[in-house]
Each structure stands twice: as structure tokens, then as C-alpha cells.
């Protein structure tokens, strides 16, 4: 294993040398390690690149990590993972993703990514994504994250964004039944030239589901973000969706949040807040004797915890 894929592995999955339970390691568009267990199986898609993944009915307490990290320039990865959770299984989902170049080469990752989860069933994923090297090179990931959530399953989403990755388009949707609920926390942090573009659709369409949508963003230098959140509620439901955003330097953020109520029962609310930094922050860690510089970056860091 190459010292660049290692350091992939560590950024996006917290790779120790090695994975517990099921896992999938993805390199360049090809598998570089797998092993299952006797409650997930990862098996190869046999029409096109990706994987199946199926959790066992009441599989309590595991976890299965499908990193992918592409290690030079040149490449483009598309994959398709499909995740069958069986109900009343309550597990763990990594799935993050490295992509590095040190020439001028793009490095591309696109990972469409799909859950079923049966009535019932509980999903943490989270999902790193990070962009490393020194080349010219675009270094893009453009996730995809489709949800179908039956009846009284929960699925939490903390998927970050932190550093490195030139271009990205993010783009998830979800379909909820009743009792179904939903939570995603998104971090993202742009700089240089970098674009990040973020686009949320939710549709509750059972009584009792219900979302709640949390975006934190820092733009700093020339950096450009698009935020799009669109929540439906077509039941008796709840829905939240916040949007805040810290302008630095040249930054620029657009948000768009949307509603969209079909019943008289749904409950629905959107937040959005963009700008910059308040200079007493930055005055008071100075009087603790942080420089301006180091003030900046522990506001920043609390800002997208």
C-alpha cells in the first residue's frame, strides 16, 4: 500500500492500518482489499462498477467502510453502491473519499451512492471528503446520495467537506414514509478558486416523518458556494433546514432554501444566515493572546465542529 493511499485512507476513514468488520477498499477504480461478515456481504455489481451491500435483518452495532481514493492524476472513477439494510438493524456506514494529484491531471471521484432501509432500521453514515498533492490539476468529487427510508427507520448524515477539493457538486435526495426520520449535518470549507456546490431534496411523504437539515460553510479567498435545500412535505410531517455561512477574504455563498407544503398538517421551517467573521470575536481570543491569524482559524474550526 502506497504512502499516498495510506494517508487517504487515515484522512477520509480513519484508517488505523486496519479496518474492523466489513469493508471494501477502493483504489483507482479498482478493489484493493474486501472482507465481509456474517451480517454484511459486499459483493461486486455484475451490470457496472460499484458494489451491493446487504445488512441482515437486527444486525446491532457494526460497521462497514467503503473508502475509495483515487492517488494520482488521470483519473476518473464513477462507482454505484447500493446499501439493503435489513429491519431493525442499527449499524455504521463510511464511506469517505481521497483524491490526489501532483500533476496537471484531473483526479475525478463520482460515487452514486443509494440506501434502503426496511421499517425500523437505524443508519450513522458519515462520509469525509478531502482533496490532497501539489499538482495543477483539478481535483474534483461530485457524491450522490439517494434515501428511501420505510416505515420508522432513522438515517443520520455527517458528511464533511474540509480542504483540498478544487470543483464538487453534492447532490442528495430522500424519500421518507411515515414515521421515518432524517438528520444531515453538512460542513463545508472552500478556498483559493475552489466551488462547492450543495443541492438537498427531502419528500415526507408518511405521517410522523421528519427532517432536520443543518449546513455549516466557510468561504474563504475566491471561493465560490451554492447551497439549494428543498423540503416537501406531502404529510402530516416535520421539516427544518439551516443554512449558515462565514464570508472571508473575496468569498461569495448563495443560498436558496425552499418549502414546499402539500398538507395542512406540515410543518415546515427554513433559516439561512451568510457573514463574515464579527470583529469583537477576533478582538477577544486576541486579548488570550491568539494572534489575528489564530483567532480567525479557532472561530472557523468551532464554526464547522
Known sequence: MSNI???????????????TGAFNIRE????????????????????KPGLDIRIRPGTKGETVSIPACVTHGGVDDLVYNDFFVGEGADVTIVAGCGVHTDSEELARHNGIHRFFLEKGAHVTYLEKHVGTGK????????????????????????????GGVDKSLRKTSATLAAGAKLHIHERILTEGEQQARTEFEVRMNGAGSGTDLISRSVARGDSRQSYRSVLIGNAPCTGHSECDAIIADHG???AAPELSA?????????????????????IKLQTLGLTEQEAEARIIEGFLR
Open 135 to 162: 499538482g495543477a490539476g483539478v481535483r474534483s468529487i461530485d457524491p450522490v446520495t439517494e434515501m428511501f427510508l420505510e416505515e420508522d427507520a432513522v438515517m443520520t448524515m455527517d458528511t464533511s467537506q474540509i
Open 252 to 254: 461569495a455563498v448563495d
Open 5 to 19: 493511499l495510506e494517508g487517504l485512507l487515515k484522512a477520509v476513514s480513519d484508517w488505523n492500518g486496519k479496518f
Open 262 to 282: 402539500n398538507d395542512a398538517d406540515a410543518a415546515l421551517i427554513h433559516e439561512a444566515a451568510i457573514g463574515k467573521i464579527a470583529g469583537e470575536q477576533i
Open 28 to 47: 483507482n477504480g479498482e478493489c484493493a482489499g474486501r472482507q465481509s461478515t456474517k451480517n454484511i456481504r459486499i459483493e461486486s455489481k455484475t451490470d
